[in-house]
């Protein structure tokens, strides 16, 4: 941990905001929703997307979607007999480095990334911005990395290549972290869905949001505090739920779950900007 920031002082400050940020547009995937929540009914279209959050210090990614080579043919990522190359509809205009281009940027300027979690659907376009800082949760990386054939169907091996390890990683502290120190951005270990998941709240001119990265999947997870049937540990997981509503709360912040169709369109859709 390099930049160790300490909360207590910026308690009694009104707290700082970030100048903006979008959801990227990203590619798709056709689930049946009871493998994203428990009691769940039908097909549902996800976007499996990254946000792009601009701050006076920086600029900062939450997850970084699929590994964009999907956008062009699914086959160019999973090899024959993996389900996603029938289950994916990406277009290459959807890509993170094009749609950062579409924004005015280059993967370059990419200053920290926070990763959700390791699975294939957020960590697949990390490889794009090695010269950003990372952040993951309290024992995320290792435990990505002692995986089980059990949940290898959740991984790409490919994102966590030799490059991608040997980049600036940084654990968060838990029970959260604030990024810059002045309160726009802190990252909450949600654990459960995996050991590292992470949550952030986002503070903006005129609101605040909470990206959940997959501590939830959809509504229904909210609304039930019911947990995706894939997740790591059932009972964190419903903790880390809890959490969540109470920091929405707490917050008057908005919820922005990221694979849940519904909240895309109110939030205005990909690429509309929020301030
Ligand atoms: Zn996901």
Same mark, same amino acid.
């Given at each position: 941990?390099?930049?160790?920031?300490?909360?207590?002082?910026?308690?009694?400050?009104?707290?700082?905001?970030?100048? *903006?940020?979008?959801?990227?547009?990203?590619?798709?995937?056709?689930?049946?929703?009871?493998?994203? %929540?428990?009691?769940?009914?039908?097909?549902?279209?996800?976007?499996?997307? #990254?946000?792009?959050?601009?701050? /006076?210090?920086?600029?900062?990614?939450?997850?970084?979607?699929?590994?964009?080579?999907?956008?062009?043919?699914? @086959?160019?990522?999973?090899?024959? @007999? *993996?389900?996603?190359?029938?289950?994916?509809?990406?277009?290459? /205009?959807?890509?993170?480095?094009?749609?950062?281009?579409?924004? @005015?940027?280059?993967?370059?300027?990419?200053?920290?990334?926070?990763?959700?979690?390791?699975?294939?659907?957020?960590? !697949?376009?990390?490889?794009?911005?090695?010269?950003?800082?990372?952040?993951? !949760?309290?024992?995320?990386?290792?435990?990505? #990395?002692?995986?089980?054939?059990?949940?290898?169907?959740?991984?790409?091996?490919?994102?966590?290549?030799?490059?991608?390890?040997?980049? $600036?990683?940084?654990?968060?502290?838990?029970?959260?972290? $604030?990024?810059? !120190?002045?309160?726009? &951005?802190?990252?909450?270990?949600?654990?459960?869905?995996?050991?590292? /998941?992470?949550?952030?709240? %986002?503070?903006?001119?005129?609101?605040? &949001?909470?990206?959940?990265?997959?501590? %939830?999947?959809?509504?229904?997870?909210?609304?039930?505090?019911?947990?995706?049937?894939?997740?790591?540990?059932?009972?964190?997981?419903?903790?880390?739920?809890?959490?969540?509503?109470?920091?929405?709360?707490?917050?008057?912040?908005?919820?922005?779950?990221?694979?849940?169709? *519904?909240?895309?369109?109110?939030? !205005?859709?990909?690429?509309?900007?929020? #301030?």
């Amino acid at each position: 941990m390099t930049q160790a920031t300490h909360l207590s002082a910026q308690q009694s400050k009104t707290p700082g905001t970030n100048r *903006r940020m979008w959801g990227l547009d990203s590619p798709k995937m056709d689930i049946d929703a009871a493998h994203l %929540v428990v009691g769940a009914e039908g097909t549902v279209r996800i976007p499996l997307p #990254a946000y792009l959050i601009e701050h /006076e210090q920086g600029l900062v990614l939450f997850d970084t979607s699929m590994n964009p080579l999907v956008c062009d043919d699914p @086959g160019l990522v999973y090899e024959e @007999g *993996r389900p996603e190359r029938d289950m994916i509809i990406g277009d290459p /205009e959807q890509r993170i480095d094009r749609q950062l281009a579409t924004l @005015g940027y280059r993967p370059e300027d990419i200053t920290h990334v926070i990763l959700s979690h390791t699975h294939s659907d957020h960590a !697949g376009g990390l490889y794009l911005f090695p010269q950003a800082k990372f952040f993951a !949760g309290p024992g995320e990386l290792q435990w990505q #990395a002692g995986h089980g054939p059990s949940t290898s169907h959740l991984f790409n091996p490919t994102d966590f290549s030799d490059e991608v390890k040997a980049f $600036d990683w940084n654990s968060v502290q838990a029970p959260s972290q $604030d990024l810059f !120190g002045d309160g726009s &951005i802190i990252m909450h270990h949600t654990p459960g869905h995996t050991p590292g /998941e992470l949550s952030a709240l %986002v503070r903006l001119p005129s609101r605040n &949001i909470i990206l959940t990265g997959d501590t %939830v999947h959809l509504r229904e997870a909210v609304e039930w505090g019911e947990v995706d049937p894939s997740d790591w540990d059932y009972d964190e997981e419903r903790a880390s739920i809890a959490k969540l509503k109470q920091l929405r709360d707490s917050e008057d912040a908005s919820l922005w779950i990221a694979h849940d169709p *519904r909240d895309w369109e109110d939030f !205005g859709g990909p690429l509309q900007e929020i #301030a």
